[in-house]
């Protein structure tokens, strides 16, 4: 009898360890996801979140700027899981067709804060703000890649498109420097502090900051827009942009423009300002496409578009088309 009744406390146990496993699984399957999806949000939009918190002047919590992209990647993500090869390749297809030649990045000599680079013809002024450079090389791509690089190509093209259709260009910088002085010992705030003060000086009909985005997971591709939440202006330019570039470059699943409250240049910024993210370098045919020129025309001339029809710039349209 003693025997039988210690069986049945085993047994109980046994089954009482069975009801836990199986609790602990439910609470994976529903928790763990959800998790990984915020936490991922954090991640995609981490260019920003990193970059701009920490340059310390912008009293950034990260959470909702994490939360801001959040539901775009969450979205993929959990759909990633759910439905792995199927939503994989369509992912692809929406990034693919990557042939590999990487084109030349130009350097311009000379340090420079706040430089015409295009005079225009009295359409008013637009300030382009390549993020990061010098120290601050943004997001590095799986082939070395340096997001500093990349931005200065993007604003550097879309500089001459605007400059062709009649608007005074300023950029924030022209060189692969930051806007720090070598000394500065906060020089990611000094550096940020400059640009803000580029935009202020100029009071520019609007400013596009120009980045690319990175991903934990690879298969996350595509250019995604950022406003300032509270900016109306900035969601109308956001939108044309974020419209443009999914139908300029035909995106298969195509990304809605993000308010965010914390990202120090849109926070910050004295006029219209968007913060354009080109594509992710954490996916490897989107970090090739980036580098090519002929798809680095496409996204300037897309994000041009985008600008001179919030403008209602009807002659813009079919320059450099
Ligand atoms: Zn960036």
Known sequence: ?????????????VKAIQYVMLALLLISAVVL??????QGSKESS?????AEAKDGAGG?????????????????TGNGTGQAMGNGADLQEGCGGSQSSGSETSQTPGVGQGQVVETGDGKGTIVLDPGHGGDDPGMIGGSGINE????????????????????RVVMTRTTEDGLYDADASHKKAQDMQRRVAVIAQEQPLLTVSIHQNSYQ???????????????????KLAKE??????????????????????????KRSESTTVIVECGFLSNPEEEAKLQQEDYQDQVAQAVF?????????TSGKDVGA
Request: charge should be negative; hydrophobic fraction near 35%; proline fraction near 4%.
């Open 305 to 313: 578009e985008g600008i001179v029809r919030y403008l209602g710039d």
């Open 217 to 235: 997971d690879p298969s996350v591709c595509g250019p995604q827009v950022f406003y300032y939440e509270n900016s109306g202006e900035g969601e």
């Open 33 to 38: 996801p959800k998790q990984l999806a915020e």
């Open 60 to 76: 950034a919590t990260g959470n909702g700027a994490g939360q801001g992209a959040g539901s775009e990647v969450g979205q993929v």
């Open 46 to 50: 981490g260019a920003q979140v990193t």
């Open 1 to 13: 009898m003693p025997d039988f009744n210690k069986l049945s406390e085993i047994l109980m146990t």
């Open 148 to 167: 500093k690089v990349l931005n200065l190509v993007y604003a550097k093209k879309l500089a001459k498109l605007l400059g062709d259709a009649g608007y």
């Open 241 to 266: 942009i974020q419209d443009s570039l999914n139908t300029g470059l035909a995106v298969a699943r195509p990304r809605v423009q993000k308010g965010n409250a914390t990202y120090y240049i849109l």
